[in-house]
């Protein structure tokens, strides 16, 4: 009885630091419904990306973006081979008409960029006063590396304690976006190779959310298969209870070293996809990746290895 009572203690013990909280819906995004809730972000790629950002119009026309009732496509062009003094690969950038602040944001994917070169991300931030108001990459990495990377960008004085209750492993804990040519503290979710890349892909995808209170930020992925998807997020329900979504992949906790109230504003939701810029076309980390040639000349000759660059978003639903 002794090995019985100290594991329902320890579980019990993992269930109150995990302590989440109950949420109503508040919006659900899906098909068209991506065109009226997003703007489209014809500007200069700040991380110094091989890629062109086009309008909405420019977007559609080249069938870079398209939806149905069910799904929305986000893609990059795979038939032009680029000219060395040319501008980058077109491709697209999404922005939320919205600023969130305390919320949980569910996503459901059916598929996401894959490719050497490519940088694809769902992240939260605000611009205009980056990184005052912070930055949370829910999705995110580079050059088919997996796992999938979760990680905080804030101002001075952010950092993370390397003891949280989490599926995932911290590989950096400082989040100052000024420390590390802006590494950020990541989690990588290394309990699931599935999470990112043609793994993802090749699984039929599944869902990411994020939840952000005063308190903690956090990140779930659940498998297209997995037998333990909460309800809720299957069903896009009217009230989500975060209290039952289990361990989180990622947990980013108030601490003596960060506080996260005061170093998260509102933010807008983006989705993009890039090319090879700071992170993708960062020499070491490219080749380490095995692909060939350097990032931007293979960008530039290689369109048809984009075929498969693209997102197929069935949902986005948001909670308050």
């Given at each position: ?9 320890l579980a ?15 919006g ?6 991506f065109?009226?809730?997003?703007d ?8 110094h ?18 939806a149905?009732?069910?799904?929305f496509i ?36 059916q ?21 005052a ?10 050059n ?21 209750i989490?599926?995932?492993s ?10 590390a040519?802006?590494?950020?503290c ?9 999470s ?18 005063l308190?903690y ?13 909460p ?42 996809l890039?090319f ?12 380490a990746?095995?692909c ?13 290895a ?9 949902s ?5």
């Amino acid at each position: 009885m002794k090995t019985i009572s100290n594991s329902l203690a320890l579980a019990s013990l993992v269930g109150s630091a995990l302590a989440g909280g109950i949420y109503t819906l508040d919006g659900h995004v899906r098909g068209e419904g991506f065109y009226d809730s997003f703007d489209f972000e014809n500007i200069t790629d700040p991380t110094h990306g091989r890629v062109t950002y086009v309008n909405r119009t420019t977007a559609e026309n080249l069938n870079l973006t398209y939806a149905t009732s069910d799904t929305f496509i986000l893609r990059a062009d795979d038939t032009t081979v680029l000219h060395v003094n040319g501008t980058g690969r077109n491709s697209v950038r999404i922005r939320s008409h919205h600023e969130y602040y305390q919320h949980v944001v569910v996503f459901d994917i059916q598929h996401m960029p894959e490719g050497c070169g490519t940088w694809p991300a769902i992240w939260e931030t605000k611009e205009s006063d980056w990184p005052a108001s912070g930055e949370i990459d829910i999705l995110e990495g580079a050059n088919n590396v997996v796992p999938n990377q979760s990680t905080l960008h804030t101002s001075h004085n952010c950092s993370m304690q390397n003891n949280t209750i989490q599926s995932g492993s911290f590989i950096t804990t400082n989040c100052d976006a000024s420390v590390a040519y802006n590494a950020g503290c990541g989690v990588k979710l290394t309990g699931d190779k599935n999470s990112f890349g043609p793994e993802f892909n090749n699984n039929g995808g599944g869902w990411y959310a994020m939840e952000r209170t005063l308190h903690y930020i956090r990140v779930w992925f659940w498998e297209r298969d997995d037998p333990f998807v909460p309800f809720d997020i299957t069903s896009g329900a009217w009230i989500v209870d975060t209290n039952n979504w289990g361990m989180p992949a990622a947990n980013f906790l108030n601490n003596t070293d960060c506080d996260i109230q005061s170093h998260f504003g509102g933010n807008h939701i983006i989705i993009n996809l890039t090319f090879c810029g700071d992170w993708a076309g960062n020499a070491a980390l490219y080749n380490a990746s095995r692909c060939p040639l350097d990032c931007v000349t293979y960008v530039d000759n290689n369109p048809s290895a984009f075929t498969n660059a693209y997102f197929e978003i069935s949902s986005m639903t948001i909670y308050k």
